[in-house]
């Protein structure tokens, strides 16, 4: 079940972040250009389907793990206990909502009308913030730790969502500017990843009541690493990139690459998250 779990939170961060960031970066990166709303178009209603269903399940997991048999996940009274009773319930079922809306939004020619879209979107990923160590703490501790937690998921969706918007332009480069694209990405991306370090830091300090738990190599430690290092090799991508921004038109193909596995390693990190909030973070002493 634990598995189940981790995969089905990888799926649904992913593809919330992912809804988000390209909403926020699309008027950004291109401006009034049309060449590639349709594919995007599509790409959206994909991921809005696909979270969806992957927050259903997340639902049906969770009941089932409260209840300790897979039957309880599909009985109408158990899950209505969980919806009602629990605190996890409370929120998903505002959060099953806002993603049933967006369904809708998308398979409409409502889909053009941006404030309605990133309003949304921005809801669907805010109520992601009280899952799991969001909900650790009670009082205004608990709600200065969801509200951290609300900052670092924007920039974690803007960086992913940016990016999966990159590829798509670089896949089709004909028509669009992209020096001039990768500028205005570079440019905002740099106060996404000072905010996603900073609120980082203080989820690990109020989580662990350290710095940086100990032992390093070892559980919940250990997969902060791998996520830290990944988000490391990310930055690392970003700046090799911005720094030979000036002849990007030359070299489209490692550009493409570059970024292709910038976005890969991105999702790992989000990966990585899952099996976090599956995780018991280790108090200091």
Do not use: Y
């Not at 990888?10 to 590639?36: I, K, Q, S, Y």
């Not at 992209?178 to 000072?194: E, M, N, P, T, W």
């Amino acid at each position: 079940m634990t598995s189940a779990m981790v995969l089905c939170r990888f799926l649904h961060f992913t593809v919330v972040l992912m809804l988000f960031g390209a909403c926020l970066f699309r008027p950004l990166l291109l401006g009034r250009e049309a060449v590639l709303d349709q594919p995007l178009a599509r790409v959206t209603r994909w991921l809005a389907s696909v979270a969806l269903v992957s927050g259903v399940c997340w639902l049906l997991l969770i009941t089932a793990s409260m209840a300790g048999t897979w039957s309880a996940a599909f009985e109408p009274s158990t899950l209505g206990l969980v919806l009602d009773k629990t605190f996890f319930g409370q929120v998903w079922r505002w959060h099953l909502l806002i993603n049933a809306l967006l369904v809708v939004l998308v398979l409409t020619p409502l889909r053009s009308n941006f404030p309605l879209r990133i309003g949304l979107t921005s809801l669907l990923l805010a109520t992601l913030a009280p899952v799991g160590h969001g909900a650790m703490l009670d009082g205004l501790s608990g709600q200065l730790l969801i509200l951290n937690q609300i900052i670092h998921l924007i920039c974690v969706g803007a960086w992913l969502g940016g990016l999966m918007l990159l590829v798509m332009i670089l896949r089709q480069p004909a028509g669009h500017a992209v020096g001039d694209i990768l500028r205005r990405f570079s440019g905002v991306g740099f106060a996404l990843v000072a905010g996603l370090v900073v609120t980082g830091l203080i989820n690990v300090r109020v989580l662990t009541g350290a710095f940086w738990p100990t032992p390093l190599l070892a559980g919940f430690a250990l997969i902060l690493l791998i996520k830290v290092s990944l988000v490391g090799v990310m930055l690392g991508l970003a700046l090799f990139n911005r720094l030979r921004i000036k002849d990007c038109e030359q070299r489209l193909t490692n550009l493409r690459a570059s970024v292709v596995l910038e976005w890969f390693l991105g999702m790992g990190a989000v990966a990585a998250v899952s099996l976090l909030g599956t995780m018991p973070p280790m108090i200091a002493g």
